[in-house]
């Protein structure tokens, strides 16, 4: 599984962002996404996981109302729509698939492939 994200940018507080990941391979095998972000200085977190096939999606607090996780099965797409954006939200962002049935997981490692990143920066 290949996965590619794109769509970040600088950006203002109060602005809105919206990321792709395109995936291709065998996205059959397939049965989450993630995306996380990882702040200079700072690990990577989890910021938002959503089935493959059906069901409702997990956040971190610090996203939840602000941000969405989406996908478009037809086009092999995961989008994570992101409003009211601050300043502590600025990171590189990557998308992340999962294949070995963990469902809906914050766990970094339970991923299995992992897009190259697209920078966020949220300029206050």
């Known amino acids: 599984v290949q996965l590619q994200a794109s769509g970040g940018g600088l950006v203002q507080a109060g602005d809105s962002l919206r990321l792709s990941c395109v995936t291709s391979?065998?996205?059959?095998?397939?049965?989450?996404m993630g995306w996380f972000r990882q702040a200079p200085g700072k690990d990577r977190e989890f910021v938002a996981a959503?089935?493959?096939?059906?069901?409702?999606?997990l956040y971190t607090d610090s996203v939840k109302g602000r941000f969405t996780i989406s996908r478009d099965n037809s086009q092999n797409m995961v989008y994570l729509q992101m409003n009211n954006l601050k300043p502590e939200d600025t990171a590189v962002y990557f998308c992340?698939?999962?294949?070995?049935?963990?469902?809906?997981?914050?766990?970094?490692?339970?991923?299995?492939?992992w897009g190259q990143g697209t920078l966020v920066t949220v300029s206050s």
């Open positions: 391979g065998r996205t059959f095998s397939v049965d989450a």
């Open positions: 959503i089935r493959w096939s059906a069901g409702p999606a």
């Open positions: 992340a698939a999962e294949i070995d049935l963990h469902g809906l997981t914050k766990v970094s490692g339970e991923y299995d492939y």
